[in-house]
């Protein structure tokens, strides 16, 4: 059968449709948009109308997509930006009313449950590991073995809000870059555990393995399963944060437009989470939330 996912998130909006056979994925198509929905939504509490035009514009997109391909049933999901905006439950109705997709708004842990549960299944990393779901308003650390998420801890720091309350300059001045390191040193080290692997999801740990192994146009079995060092990271940041954001776009065409600005708050991210757990390198990995979906679909129906 034919199943699609849907993951709408605070920047981007993603889709997935697969074909199951025998427990077996097949991926037929994967789309991703950046729309930035949670743009703003730290200083004015409210998803704004050209970010919600802008989502619907996709999922009208996506829709077609989905009758096109003879998809069988539609799994839509919503996360952080439509958590915590005050009018999240109309954007959801919206969606309802004009491209027809229930959306279910599904929690922190839900949302962590679902990127380990890809991560598992694809992936099989050395046990005990820990995933790092990363997304425009909020960070899921996922700590488990096999397919069991043992521990989900969900930060309400992303790679939007990162940016706006610290890199406010373009390019950001030394002082910007300070206060970054120094916030993100006082929040990454209570979350420290003993574990053997480290999984990087998102946008910005996906663009940066393709910057450093040259992959483009972006192809997702590349780049899944591909080592990052901290020493890679530490690189890539600073050649890019010390580029005004349009020169990042134009010098490096893995760079999508609207991700120039928010990419060095990620990297950053990614570099205290290596220095406080103590590890030299990162797994990437490509299947997320997504992916998660349709992974929990097999799994509910026993196959393994």
Do not use: C
Request: glycine content about 8%; proline content about 4%; hydrophobic content about 40%.
């Amino acid at each position: 059968m034919k199943l699609a996912a849907l993951d709408i998130g605070s920047y981007s909006v993603r889709l997935l449709i697969a074909e199951i056979s025998n427990g077996d994925i097949k991926i037929l198509l994967e789309k991703g948009a950046i729309t930035s929905l949670g743009s703003g939504l730290r200083s004015e509490g409210y998803l704004k109308p050209d970010r919600i035009e802008e989502t619907l514009k996709v999922l009208r997109h996506y829709k077609e997509d989905v009758e096109r391909l003879g998809v069988e049933s539609v799994f839509a999901v919503a996360t952080e930006a439509i958590r915590r905006a005050k009018n999240g439950k109309d954007f959801i109705e919206l969606v309802k009313r004009e491209i027809g997709f229930d959306v279910e708004l599904i929690s922190p842990e839900k949302e962590g449950k679902l990127a380990f549960l890809a991560t598992a299944y694809s992936l099989k990393p050395k046990d005990p590991f820990l995933v790092v779901d990363q997304g425009g308003a909020s960070t899921e650390f996922i700590y488990g073995s096999d397919f069991k998420a043992k521990k989900i801890i969900s930060l309400p720091i992303g790679i939007v809000n990162l940016t706006e309350s610290f890199l406010k300059h373009d390019p950001p001045l030394d002082t910007d870059i300070e206060n970054l390191f120094n916030f993100l040193r006082r929040k990454i080290p209570s979350l420290k555990e003993n574990i053997q692997e480290i999984i990087g999801l998102g946008g910005t740990i996906t663009t940066v393995a393709a910057l450093e192994y040259g992959v483009y146009p972006y192809e997702p079995q590349r780049i899944h399963g591909k080592k990052l060092s901290l020493e890679n990271l530490e690189h890539w940041f600073k050649e890019l944060v010390n580029l005004p954001s349009h020169v990042r776009k134009e010098k490096y065409r893995q760079i999508e437009d609207k991700r120039a600005k928010v990419l060095p708050a990620g990297i950053a991210m990614f570099i205290e989470i290596l220095r406080t757990f103590g590890k030299d390198k990162l797994t990437v990995g490509d299947w997320g939330v997504k992916h998660g979906i349709i992974v929990k679909y097999i799994l509910s129906k026993g196959i393994k």
